[in-house]
């Protein structure tokens, strides 16, 4: 049986949801599939294996009516209910389950394990599966720019390099388009040299 967060909203008479499970099972609603998870390079290893074995290709999760983004986990599979990469799931995925009351302890259980997607250890990267299998950084550079302050002239280009550095992602420098005063086009290491020169 799948029960949907609105149907348990409904019945449960309850708006601050965080339990979506069905009688203490999980749903498979998808709700937990998030963008970011916690995850080790031996777990990342192991479901790139399992994708090239399987053949399993990246969806398109971009609505091409609205340009709007399905920000849970690539590998959900929104219409069959079910994660495409069961097996070979992470630790968070294989031992995560939302009507935990102390969900927050398990979360950083997993993140202090993680390489990836950390809010505690500054060291960790925040990555996607998107990117770091298929190589696609439309989804991170999506919420990179959600979270980014948008001027009249764009984005300065030293706010990118801080959060960046802060995420651990300056490879992702050369996935931006940015322009000196000039209007000449910048590459990342270009960019970074300049912020750094400018902090001089």
């Not at 971009?62 to 690539?74: E, G, K, R």
Request: hydrophobic share 30%; proline share 3%; glycine share 4%.
């Amino acid at each position: 049986m799948l029960i949907d967060r609105e149907t348990y909203i409904k019945e449960n008479n309850d708006s601050n949801v965080t339990d979506m499970t069905c009688n203490g099972e999980c749903s498979r609603c998808g709700s937990c599939c998030g963008l970011f998870i916690p995850f080790t390079d031996e777990e990342l290893d192991t479901i790139k294996k399992y994708v090239k074995s399987h053949n399993i290709q990246p969806y398109n999760r971009i609505n091409v009516l609205t340009n709007q983004f399905n920000a849970q986990c690539c590998f959900f599979d929104a219409t069959e209910k079910k994660c495409r990469i069961y097996p070979a799931r992470p630790y968070v995925c294989r031992d995560f389950i939302c009507n935990r009351k102390d969900w927050q302890i398990y979360r950083d259980k997993y993140e202090k394990m993680a390489k990836y997607n950390s809010t505690i250890n500054n060291k960790t990267i925040m990555a996607t599966f998107d990117d770091m299998v298929y190589g696609n950084y439309e989804p991170i550079l999506r919420y990179i720019f959600g979270i980014l302050p948008v001027t009249d002239n764009g984005i300065e280009s030293a706010i990118i390099v801080e959060l960046l550095q802060q995420i651990n992602r300056l490879d992702l420098l050369d996935q931006f388009s940015v322009y000196n005063e000039k209007g000449e086009k910048l590459s990342g290491k270009d960019l970074l040299k300049e912020v750094s020169d400018g902090r001089k």
